[in-house]
């Protein structure tokens, strides 16, 4: 697996590069957004570890400008900052995950597996689409329609929506979502699941279709025809 890693500080990209080494990644460096959009498009990595505050383009600029291309590259976002805002900041511009600094090594290798676990699928498997209402999802092409309109997700997005279509008018639980989503004891305070619930909903009622994802108060989501 090869990952890159941005940071404009020097002592933090060959620590990160020494860690990843010893536990079997392949590693490439970029000091700014820019070289990180260069370095992307010139050896792919299977993931980005991206610090936020850096000179010419920042983190998150670089998230935004790979979203709008289509471009789901796993994101873990760094940053020394943990506010609700910020770690909303960073979902918000397509970050897939969020890691305040100092972290512990562990945590980020945590982390990092979660992401990768959810790469695109063997396309050699057979496909079977998923289909509630007028909503279908394709796990294998990873495609997305709401009647006749095609829907682009984010990696999350998909991994979410999959898990709702694969469970119908089931209530599941915040816990449990994030922990199959996420992969990993994902913060039950922070708002990361709200947000992409909104993205969701967005995305799946863009031409004024009914909504099918329902909260249940104090308990999690449903995906189901009416409101529960």
Known sequence: MRILVVDDDRAVRESLRRSLSFNGYTVDLAVDGLDAL?????????????D????????????R??????????ILV???RDSVSERVAGLDAGADDYLPKPFALEELLARLRALLRRRTPDPG???????FADL??????????????????TRTEFSLLEMLMANPRRVLTRGRILEEVWG??????????EVYIGYLRRKTEADGEERL????????????????
């Not at 990993?184 to 699941?193: E, K, Q």
């Not at 994802?213 to 529960?228: A, C, D, K, N, S």
């Open 38 to 50: 260069e370095k992307v498009t010139a050896a792919r990595p299977d993931a980005l570890v991206l």
């Open 78 to 80: 760094l940053t020394a």
């Open 136 to 153: 279908s999802l394709d796990p294998v092409t990873r495609e997305v329609s709401r009647g006749e309109r095609g829907i682009s997700l």
């Open 184 to 193: 990993y004891d994902f913060p039950t305070s922070g708002n990361a699941l």
């Open 52 to 63: 936020v505050m850096m000179p010419r383009l920042d983190g998150l600029e670089v998230c």
């Open 65 to 74: 400008r790979l979203r709008s291309t289509g471009d789901d590259l796993p």
């Open 125 to 131: 498997e057979a496909s079977e689409a998923m289909v």
């Open 213 to 228: 994802i329902h909260t249940v108060r104090g308990v999690g989501y449903v995906l189901r025809e009416t409101p529960p």
